[in-house]
């Protein structure tokens, strides 16, 4: 149980286009699910929170203009890399939340901005 | 600001030795701790969650709490070289979690 999918898994992009993330809880209804962002060598860096069916609250000095994120459903939250540049290069990560701030993650994603 | 510190290591362990991990927190608030473990290149991965004080274990993972001391541990027993990884120790409150930076652990055969 508490099975967490990514996609993609990877992704390469030119500087400049969007980039969106799909994340899926698979076994369990996810009412909220994190996304953090972990560059090499550093820790997980939480970058919002996001609700079923209401705005996600975004960690500060995350931009939400660049980084849109939509909780449409109780097992979907995307997160849209906008006119994404070399700097957004990173691991992003999703995980979901299992209850009492358990969280079971995702396998992540790796953005790579040319 | 709420603050997750844990040494970087890296640890090294023979095979078989118990593995000592540790971590200590700032704000007295947090309610719940959690340690990840993490392969290079992948996403963390839930070993153990602890809420009360004292000792939680769980095969030959054991968590120890204390909220006095704003200090939890996580110690493995009978270390594998597949327990070659790096140990995030996370911290819960208001629904979010604080990550430490993390401490890679290495197990020498």
């Known amino acids: 149980g508490a099975v967490v999918s990514q996609h993609p898994s990877w992704v390469i992009c030119k500087s400049g286009t969007s980039v969106k993330i799909e994340c899926r809880s698979l076994?369990?209804?996810?009412?909220?699910m994190f996304w953090y962002r972990q560059f090499p060598k550093q820790s997980l860096m939480l970058m919002a929170t996001?609700?079923?069916?209401?705005?996600?609250?975004?960690e500060q000095g995350v931009e939400k203009d660049k980084f849109l994120i939509n909780h449409a459903s109780l097992t979907l939250s995307t997160l849209t890399v906008t006119s994404a540049h070399p700097e957004d290069s990173s691991f992003y990560i999703c995980?979901?939340?299992?209850?009492?701030?358990?969280?079971?993650f995702g396998p992540g994603t790796r953005l790579l901005v040319l | 600001q709420k603050e997750v510190e844990q040494n970087s290591g890296p640890l090294s362990v023979p095979e078989g030795a118990i593995a000592s991990l540790n971590c200590t927190y700032s704000?007295?608030?947090?309610?719940?701790f959690f340690w990840y473990r993490q392969y290079s290149g992948k996403s963390p991965e839930l070993i153990m969650f602890?809420?009360?004080?004292g000792d939680k274990e769980d095969g030959r993972f054991t968590a120890q709490l204390n909220k006095a001391s704003q200090y939890v541990s996580l110690l493995i027993r009978d270390s594998q070289p597949s327990d070659s990884a790096t140990y995030l120790c996370?911290?819960?409150?208001?629904?979010?979690?604080?990550f430490g930076t993390g401490t890679r652990l290495t197990i020498i055969p």
């Open positions: 996370a911290v819960g409150s208001d629904e979010k979690l604080t």
């Open positions: 995980s979901a939340g299992g209850g009492k701030e358990t969280q079971y």
């Open positions: 996001s609700n079923e069916g209401s705005k996600a609250t975004y």
């Open positions: 602890i809420y009360s004080n």
């Open positions: 076994d369990f209804q996810a009412t909220t």
């Open positions: 704000d007295r608030g947090s309610q719940s």
